[in-house]
């Protein structure tokens, strides 16, 4: 059974850093890109970050770019988000994802983490 | 870039069938067969009930449908059930190698 466990949200001041981890079990994790969607409170989804199932390859959203970074720890199996000058507008609850396909960027997202919060308020 | 377009809300009752609609573009939608639906319900996390235009997951019943036309993607639930209340979103790949949702719809069951 896939599984995805989000970690590392919290209450951080606008300009501060946090750091998301999505730690994985039940595939193969160098097989399948993964991805960070997020849902500010009471509102949509919006798609934050993807990375291709090799790491060499990251997207972001324009509303990231330059502040957030995703990566992958192939060793321990575990998706990370840097989110580095915070604002205000980043406060949601985050969430991991899988691709459905092998090897592909994630078209779609087959298997969700239940996410964590990030709260940005001074 | 702006979200696919969804209607904000759509209701019916119990047996009948519903369509929810989500409009995007020609870099998006009507470009790639890559548009999928997800299921939210309060306090929960997303799941897909349909990918790529219409295909349904294992588990997933059949009384979910998709299909697209141009740049519209459509949803249809039929035999609406009190469990189906939940929000709806799109999604497609883009031009841009991005993801893009849309707004939601929430669903409410009379």
């Known amino acids: 059974e896939v599984q995805l466990l989000e970690s590392g949200g919290g209450l951080v001041q606008p300009g501060g850093s946090l750091r998301l981890s999505c730690a994985t079990s039940g595939f193969t994790f160098n097989n399948f890109a993964l991805t960070w969607v997020r849902q500010a409170p009471g509102k949509g989804l919006e798609w934050v970050s993807a990375i291709t199932a090799s790491g060499i390859t990251t997207y972001d959203a324009d509303s990231v770019k330059g502040r957030f970074t995703i990566s992958r720890d192939k060793a321990n199996k575990i998706l990370h988000l840097q989110m580095d000058n915070l604002r205000a507008d980043d406060t949601a609850i985050y969430y991991c994802?899988?691709?459905?396909?092998?090897?592909?960027?994630?078209?779609?997202?087959?298997?969700w983490g239940q996410g964590t919060l990030v709260t940005v308020s001074s | 870039q702006s979200a696919l377009t969804q209607p904000a809300s759509v209701s019916g009752s119990p047996g009948q069938s519903i369509t929810i609609s989500c409009t995007g573009a020609?870099?998006?939608?009507?470009?790639?067969?890559?548009v999928s639906w997800y299921q939210q319900h309060p306090g929960k996390a997303p799941q897909v009930i349909i990918y790529?235009?219409?295909n349904r997951p294992s588990g997933v019943s059949n009384r979910f449908s998709g299909s697209k036309s141009g740049n519209t993607a459509s949803l249809t639930i039929s035999g609406l059930q009190a469990e189906d209340e939940a929000d709806y979103y799109c999604?497609?790949?883009?031009?841009?190698?991005?993801?893009?949702f849309g707004g939601g719809t929430k669903l409410t069951v009379l």
């Open positions: 020609s870099s998006d939608v009507g470009r790639y067969e890559y």
């Open positions: 790529e235009v219409r």
């Open positions: 999604s497609s790949y883009t031009s841009s190698n991005t993801l893009l």
């Open positions: 994802a899988k691709a459905y396909r092998l090897g592909t960027y994630p078209r779609t997202l087959i298997s």
